[in-house]
């Protein structure tokens, strides 16, 4: 149990010694086309205040069927298409326990120097038990120097009752350093869902 | 700058992470986390520890990032792993791309450095970023588990590796040291933070 004397180190030391998970920004979806974290803009910090980020995306539900979800990464312009090359691999296993579980690279879903949103779940339906939670993870966006690696893990109810796990990763082949991240659907909208962001210290 | 109502709500209501301790490498030969030195606390404070590693940058090309523990009052980093490793790689050229077990990288009851990546080159667009739980290393009735994640690109041909790896120290005495290097030559650069997650 925290006691109060944690929750004033924090305060006191949020990016020196005391260090910790420090919370920036939540944006619930409401049948949004995109969530967008920009740096300076609606209280969003993602610069070099912080050397790793996390996002935390919780039961995202899709607006259509069958779909995918996915992010893109902002390197200078106003679009979301930094280039990246990408790994990603899943897993399912029906509710049913029907057929062998699947543990395979997803050869269709990964990129090689492409500058699409990289997607980050196997397909979600529409039906209220249809959703994805996971995280991903930012490191040092704001270098000038070094590409920006980014990895994630998600887990979703998929749209033909499966527990399908997504593992991905990769790095944002650009020098210049990434100020924005957003998500979306490959078609249609986030109907509903909580999008966290957080800062390492 | 987070504001006052969000750090109570992620410090006070949640715990959370508390950093210990924050190592820039600077052609350093190794980084290590020792237990009551330089502020460093590696013991019962927290059941699970947590590194991250930012831009570890090698200063010799073909070399591999890795990790070894000491146990309270032992010498070397030498303690007794068994682990597994496996990884998903991609070519940035799309010439190649899956998911296997990696057997060079596991031990079984070794006393090497656990491998945290396969080779790297020097080259600014290589370098790795993940992270290392350490469960529990006071315990002297459990073995200590590890668990780990790390991105790079590899030597070869600019390719983009995800690696786990996982594992324990197969030994009841605590491990209140723990050092990273590369297998051959410097950390050229890079930031190694240690955790306690209350």
Redesign the interface.
């Known amino acids: 149990m925290?006691t109060?004397q944690?929750?004033r180190?924090?305060?006191a030391l949020?990016s020196?010694?005391?260090?910790?998970?420090?919370?920036?920004k939540t944006i619930a979806a409401s049948s949004d086309s995109t969530i967008s974290f920009v740096d300076g803009t609606s209280d969003v910090?993602l610069d070099n205040?912080y050397?790793?980020y996390i996002f935390k995306f919780i039961n995202i539900h899709a607006g259509s069927d069958d779909v995918l979800f996915s992010v893109g990464f902002r390197d200078g312009s106003t679009a979301y298409d930094a280039t990246k090359?990408?790994?990603?691999?899943q897993t399912e296993h029906n509710e049913s326990d029907s057929g062998t579980p699947v543990f395979?690279?997803a050869?269709g879903d990964?990129?090689?120097?492409g500058t699409g949103f990289q997607v980050m779940t196997r397909n979600l339906g529409t039906g209220n038990d249809e959703c994805a939670s996971g995280e991903l993870?930012l490191?040092?966006p704001s270098?000038t120097?070094?590409?920006k690696?980014?990895?994630f893990k998600s887990n979703i109810n998929s749209n033909d009752d499966s527990s399908d796990a997504s593992?991905?990763?990769?790095?944002c082949?650009v020098?210049a350093a990434i100020d924005a991240v957003q998500f979306k659907f490959n078609s249609g909208n986030i109907d509903a869902g909580t999008f966290k962001l957080?800062?390492?210290? | 700058m987070a504001n006052y109502n969000a750090v109570k709500y992620d410090g006070f209501s949640k715990g959370g992470l508390k950093l210990i301790k924050t190592l820039t490498a600077s052609s350093s030969a190794t980084l290590s986390f020792v237990d009551g030195t330089s502020d460093v606390v590696l013991d019962s404070t927290y059941k699970e520890y947590l590194f991250i590693f930012n831009n570890i940058h090698p200063g010799t090309d073909n070399s591999a990032f890795a990790f070894q523990g000491n146990a309270a009052g032992g010498s070397g980093y030498n303690e007794t792993i068994t682990s597994t490793n496996f990884r998903a790689f991609h070519a940035e050229d799309d010439s190649g791309q899956t998911v296997s077990y990696v057997t060079g990288n596991d031990q079984a009851q070794g006393t090497s450095f656990q491998r945290l990546t396969s080779n790297i080159n020097s080259a600014n667009d290589s370098g790795a970023c993940g992270y290392l739980h350490l469960f529990n290393p006071s315990s002297t009735t459990f073995v200590k588990h590890f668990i780990a994640r790390v991105g790079y690109e590899e030597q070869e041909a600019s390719i983009q590796v995800d690696m786990f790896t996982s594992g324990y120290f197969n030994t009841t005495s605590a491990i209140d040291e723990i050092q990273f290097k590369f297998e051959s030559g410097n950390i050229d650069a890079g930031t190694i933070q240690l955790f306690g997650v209350a």
């Open positions: 925290a109060y944690d929750s180190y924090n305060i949020p020196g010694a005391g260090g910790s998970l420090v919370h920036i910090v205040t050397r790793t090359t990408t790994t990603l691999f395979t690279y050869t990964d990129l090689a120097q993870w490191f040092n270098s120097t070094y590409v690696h980014f990895m593992y991905g990763a990769g790095y082949n020098t957080y800062g390492i210290a």
